[in-house]
């Protein structure tokens, strides 16, 4: 019985400490917070104008999923059409040329300047080849919006999570959106559970560049947009 | 055991109120504008391609790479896909929440050592939840709580006390790793309790995991055999920024 009562306060003891120790801490980091924040008045200013573009980039991601999804679900649209409709919705959304540009990393500089076009042509084509026709494979799936946030050089962060059904797992995906000067966005990147596709893409790229050089991966890159596209999908 | 239950409920109280223990972490920027993008080398590459050392690191790697890739299109993928066939979706999912469940021990102690107590705490919630309410690991109801699942391993924890990854290896049978995260496996096997109920439970938990986790990325890696130039860089840089994005706990 004795032993039981000293188990019993000890345990006690311990959860006591620990539960006093969390909350002093909690309260010491949101005290710290508040102080920041009163100090913040200037910073108040960039804050809402901050907030007014993710309110933008938020409406623009619900626009362009909502005409995504009406072009999937058109029963007026056959097969054949709604992959055009896609395509002009890939035209206007995704900018390839900064893809490929980044893709190449640093041999972009060492492709002459009329290579480049010929290179961002068949980039262009590459990517259409290995995804934009893989929309046959989406399923009705919902994607909710995590947040939005701001990275340096014009671009947002748009993270999004795929719901599972329930007892599945969710799935993370995340675009990264560049914003022009005319307050159009594009798609540069497209980021699943933490693996960017144009950062894969520049290993796999100078992968092979650096060891048989350029000419050799542009040719190879032609090669494999002709076969993509010759094959059923 | 009166002990042990306020103990449990006064974990409760961690997850359901608003205290939170995690600091707010730093967004970086890592996409920088392609004309300075030439700074940008993983710390892996500078590895593996510093001097002649380096370079048979790499050698090495593509070798054992291409083993288990033969391994795999002999083997492994073959059962991956009749295993796919065979079990529909909805039981697939099940195996993949029970798989989860089993390796809970494992992320609870890794989230302690770690500090994250509020980890720790959804951890050892959803395993009470997901064993009970959905029998035996089967059904993921703590997602519907917003418990979310996140798992820890013992890679993760000795990189978040600071220690460098090592150089990339390709582990036979395993595939990708580093240094420090294959050490890490050793210590996730020998950590699991439920590996040491008998050899025989053992070895089935462990080959149903390697067939289902496979059968989850076929479509993947069938992608990656089909559009990518360098199977095993693509394969090496996609490990890395899962593996960064795992740790950082899906903030970079």
Known sequence: MNTNIIMFYKYFFVLTLFIAISFTAEKALSDGVDIIQSNKTEMNLLDEKKSALIKETEDFVASISSNFLKIINSDALIEKEKEKELMKLFEEYVDTDWMGRFALGRYYRAVGVDDREKYLKLYHDYLICSYVRKFKDYAGETLDILRVLQKNGGTLLVQMKMLGDIGSPDIRVDYLLKRNDDGTFRIIDVIGEGISLITTQRSDFGSLISRKGIAYFVDKLSTKVASLKATKY | ?252
């Open chain 2, 1 to 252: 055991m009166f002990v042990k239950i306020v103990i449990f409920l006064f974990g409760g109280i961690f997850l359901f109120s608003e205290v939170s223990l995690a600091s707010e972490y730093v967004f970086d920027d890592d996409y920088i504008d392609p004309e300075i993008s030439d700074a940008i080398v993983t710390v892996d590459e500078i590895k593996e391609k510093d001097n002649n050392v380096s370079y048979k690191i790499e050698n090495l790697n593509r070798g054992i790479y291409s083993f288990n890739n033969t391994v795999d299109r002999l083997f492994l993928a073959p059962i991956a896909r009749g295993y796919r066939a065979v079990v529909p979706a909805w039981g697939r999912d099940r195996i993949g929440s029970a798989i989860t469940n089993i390796s809970a021990p494992v992320s609870f102690v890794n989230s302690a050592l770690q500090g994250d107590l509020k980890q720790m705490f959804t951890v050892l919630w959803r395993f009470v939840i997901n064993s009970t309410i959905g029998i035996g690991g089967l059904f993921d109801i703590a997602k519907e709580f917003g418990l979310d699942g996140r798992h820890e391993d013992f890679g993760q924890t000795l990189a978040v006390y600071g220690l460098g990854s090592g150089s990339y290896i390709v582990l036979p049978f395993f595939g990708p790793s580093t240094v420090r995260d294959a050490f890490g496996k050793i210590v996730d096997i020998a950590s699991n309790p439920f590996n040491y109920a008998s050899l025989g439970t053992a070895i089935t938990i462990e080959s149903t995991a390697v067939i289902h986790s496979r059968s989850e990325i076929l479509d993947i890696t069938d992608d990656i055999e089909q559009n990518s130039f360098d199977p095993y860089a693509t394969v090496k840089s996609a490990y890395i920024q899962r593996r960064a994005s795992e740790i950082s706990n899906g903030e970079k």
